[in-house]
């Protein structure tokens, strides 16, 4: 509100301003998932405030990304990847009481690091697998975010569901998040071939990991059967292996 009055030719304004301290709002969900290369905008708008408060963004670990582009309260990644994710705030002040502070978390989907792990642990000379036991295979990858893995089995290219003598396991309390197991009950010749782990995001947009076993028997001295070829790749990617490699695994025939 302003008063103005005239005393001796002069014109004396005066302002009655109410400062209020600034408020802000996020158009934009928390969090925010997303895949690679997508473009992602955050809109940051203020509610309130007197006088009228500026807007700024931070993020909670580093600088903005390079490539960010601002407009007032509107922030844009385009072509967003994995170092872009974290905690992103938007900040109002006009040095009236303290600044408000509202933030978001961007997650970028991803699968990486696919591995796996025979129980018992073939590799061991006294801990071979047998014929007539129980074998584990072990699927792991880390996955962001989480919550969106999921794991599909194969047995030469054809699904496995899980039975009485194959039991999968999808998450495995007693092993780090993101792992699958399937367990092989009474091992039999039968149970010869490729086995593959494939793990996959239900929000899609990412290619599958998958982990292949490849284990088959051929003749040997006495009982002992040490010719087994086990192939696996640690994970493929776009249909290319990025890493392989061959073990001896021995089979006991009890």
Known sequence: MYLS?????KVHVFCLCLLASPSIKLLVD???????GEAITLVCVTTGGEPAPSLTWVRSFGTLPEKT?????????????????????????NN???PAKKSTNIIVRALK???????PDPYHKDDNIQIGREVKIS??????????????????GRPLRSSERMVITQTDPDVSPGTTNLDIIDLKFTDFGTYTCVASLKGGGISDISIDVNISSSTGKKHIYDGNDVHFYNFSKFGKVIYSQSKNIPFLIS
């Open 5 to 9: 009055f005239q005393l001796r030719q």
């Open 30 to 36: 928390d969090p925010i998932v997303v895949n690679p």
């Open 69 to 93: 582009i601002l407009n007032g309260g509107t922030l844009t990644i385009p072509a967003i990847t994995s170092d872009d994710a974290g905690t992103y705030s938007c900040i109002a002040n």
């Open 96 to 98: 009236v009481g303290n």
């Open 113 to 119: 690091k696919g591995r796996f792990w025979i129980t």
């Open 139 to 156: 699927c792991q990858v880390e996955a962001v975010p989480s919550e969106e893995l999921t794991f599909s089995w194969f047995k030469n």
